[in-house]
């Protein structure tokens, strides 16, 4: 289930995608930037629709993902 982060508290929205950052040791190019400049990045993403929030039922569980893996993981349930 999609979870628009709109829909979330701000610092809710804050705390999972500092979590997000430092579960996934996210890669960000060859500068290193700090966890505010990479929280802003992802942020940006989010609000352009780029990255989204997902709830899974099954693992209840929250997880930020990449749109495009969302869309590609559908098309292979559909197939």
């Known amino acids: 289930m999609l979870i628009p982060y709109q829909d979330l508290d701000t610092d809710t929205l804050q705390n999972l995608v500092e979590y997000f950052i ?3 040791g996210t890669d ?3 500068q290193e930037l700090s966890l505010d ?3 802003d990045k992802v942020l ?3 609000k352009l629709g780029d990255i989204v929030i ?4 099954l693992s209840e569980s929250v997880t930020l ?3 495009d893996q969302l869309l ?3 098309n292979l349930i559909d197939e």
């Open 65 to 67: 993902i990449h749109r």
């Open 72 to 74: 590609q993981q559908q």
């Open 28 to 30: 960000y190019g060859e």
């Open 54 to 57: 997902i709830y899974s039922e």
């Open 44 to 46: 940006r993403q989010l």
């Open 22 to 24: 430092l579960r996934e």
């Open 37 to 39: 400049e990479k929280t």
